[in-house]
Structure formats: structure tokens, C-alpha cells
């Protein structure tokens, strides 16, 4: 079965960039028909979907963070990433990868990492 870890600092300053890598194993990022998420979580205010890249490399994201979400991938490491830039205490949260079978549910999960963003 398909797992995700997320992993990056656990801290970042207001105006810097916070960027966060999904390590995935059982399961290759390029295969077929698979999208691979970022969502996030802060108290408060429920989860909100950040973006995903596609098995063949193309990105959407939430309108509301397309101008400051950046997903890309390492596909020799099985990795994909989170850069969000110009940061500000209202990102602080806990920050997830998941996998969907398209753009649909999220079949798998990461367990989160807590960001916090903060002078």
C-alpha cells in the first residue's frame, strides 16, 4: 500500500517561503491517473485544498493560493513538494500530502507536519 510522509521546518519567518517535501513509497508518483495534494488544516478553520501535480507533471491550485503556491517533483526520489511563498501568521497549520485517484477523494494520507509561521 501507498504511504506519505511530509517532512520540511517546522518553523518560518512572516515574508519567507515555506516549502515541505512528501516522500512516497509503495507507490510511484508518475503512475497512471494518480493527482498528489497538498491540503492543509488550522484550528479553527477547517481543511482547504492547496494544489496537486498530476501523474504527467501538470499543477492546479486553490484560487485563493494559485499566486503563491508553487508543487513540483522529484520523481528519481519518489518526491513531490509545497513552496508557498510571502507567508503570514494566518498559514500557520498542520500541512498534509494525499493522494487521489483524479482530482476526487483522497484514498491516502500523509500524517501531517505543523507548521508556524512566526517572527
Known amino acids: 500500500q501507498v504511504q506519505l510522509q511530509e517532512s520540511g521546518p517546522g518553523l518560518v519567518k512572516p515574508s519567507q517561503t515555506l516549502s515541505l517535501t512528501c516522500t512516497v513509497s509503495?507507490?510511484?508518483?508518475?503512475?497512471?491517473?494518480?493527482?498528489w495534494n497538498w491540503v492543509r488544516q488550522s484550528p479553527g478553520k477547517g481543511l482547504e485544498w492547496i494544489g496537486y501535480?498530476?501523474?504527467?507533471?501538470?499543477?492546479d491550485y486553490s484560487p485563493t493560493l494559485k499566486s503563491r503556491a508553487s508543487i513540483s517533483r522529484d520523481t528519481s526520489k519518489n518526491q513531490f513538494f509545497l513552496h508557498l511563498g510571502s507567508v503570514t501568521p494566518e498559514d500557520t497549520g498542520a500541512y498534509y500530502c494525499?493522494?487521489?485517484?483524479?482530482?476526487?477523494?483522497?484514498?491516502?494520507w500523509g500524517q501531517g507536519t505543523q507548521v508556524t509561521v512566526s517572527a
Open positions: 494525499a493522494r487521489s485517484w483524479y482530482s476526487s477523494f483522497f484514498e491516502s
Open positions: 501535480i498530476v501523474y504527467s507533471g501538470i499543477t
Open positions: 509503495g507507490g510511484s508518483i508518475t503512475a497512471n491517473n494518480y493527482y
